[in-house]
């Protein structure tokens, strides 16, 4: 059998969510952050696999991304990802794969800064930090909207930045304006 990836989708107080799963292993492979359609979240990522078919046996797991979105705890952790490489791996590099594993270690209602992540992996690459989360293929469950800048602004995001400030405010996190103004 053709390892297919299996995408499903939520629709969740008004936004889309989708999430791609590897037919081989059950394992997630994608993830989308909340979309104004079920057709874009779907895109999202047929645009990235084209051997895919879209059902929706995995319908709970794009509810659980939801949650999180929600600011709520979910049952979905690292656990449930692909984390190998292969030809369904969305990590570009083992760097990137490092990156996002340090992100998973930033606790929910803190944030970290582009440069001490860096500086936590033994590296001053603080840009190629930020090009990894850029690509991060776990929105969410792979927390990247806690990474900041190192003058506390909360920087960029996938979703853009309201996206982003939403998010670390529904985690607790004090902001003033694009800043985070208690750690």
Same mark, same amino acid.
């Given at each position: 059998?053709?390892? *297919?990836?299996? @995408?499903?989708?939520?629709?969740?107080?008004?936004?889309?969510?989708?999430?791609? @799963?590897? +037919?081989?292993?059950? /394992?997630?492979?994608?993830?989308?952050?909340?979309?104004? +359609? $079920?057709?874009?979240?779907?895109?999202?990522?047929?645009?990235?696999?084209?051997?895919?078919?879209?059902?929706?046996?995995?319908?709970? @797991?794009?509810? $659980?991304?939801?949650? @999180?979105?929600?600011?709520?705890?979910?049952?979905?952790?690292?656990?449930?990802?692909?984390? #190998?490489?292969?030809?369904? #791996?969305?990590? *570009?590099?083992?760097?990137?794969?490092?990156?996002?594993?340090?992100?998973?270690?930033?606790?929910?209602? +803190?944030?970290? +800064?582009?440069? #001490?992540?860096?500086?936590?992996?033994?590296?001053?690459?603080?840009?190629?930090?930020?090009?990894?989360?850029?690509?991060?293929?776990?929105?969410?469950?792979?927390?990247?909207?806690?990474?900041?800048? #190192?003058?506390?602004?909360?920087? /960029?995001?996938?979703?853009?930045?309201?996206?982003?400030?939403?998010?670390?405010?529904?985690?607790?996190?004090?902001?003033?304006?694009? /800043?985070?103004?208690?750690?």
């Amino acid at each position: 059998m053709t390892e *297919k990836v299996l @995408i499903s989708t939520c629709k969740y107080e008004g936004k889309y969510f989708a999430v791609g @799963i590897s +037919s081989k292993n059950g /394992k997630i492979i994608r993830i989308t952050l909340p979309k104004k +359609s $079920e057709e874009e979240a779907i895109e999202e990522i047929t645009n990235i696999y084209q051997d895919y078919v879209i059902n929706n046996e995995n319908q709970n @797991i794009a509810r $659980e991304i939801a949650v @999180i979105y929600s600011g709520k705890q979910s049952d979905v952790t690292i656990d449930h990802l692909e984390l #190998s490489t292969g030809k369904y #791996s969305p990590f *570009k590099s083992e760097f990137m794969r490092d990156v996002l594993m340090e992100t998973c270690k930033i606790p929910c209602g +803190s944030v970290e +800064s582009y440069k #001490s992540l860096a500086k936590k992996m033994n590296t001053h690459a603080y840009r190629a930090v930020g090009t990894a989360l850029a690509k991060n293929p776990y929105p969410l469950v792979i927390p990247c909207h806690r990474v900041v800048r #190192s003058d506390h602004l909360i920087g /960029k995001f996938g979703g853009g930045s309201e996206m982003k400030k939403e998010l670390l405010v529904k985690e607790g996190v004090k902001i003033r304006g694009n /800043k985070v103004v208690e750690k």
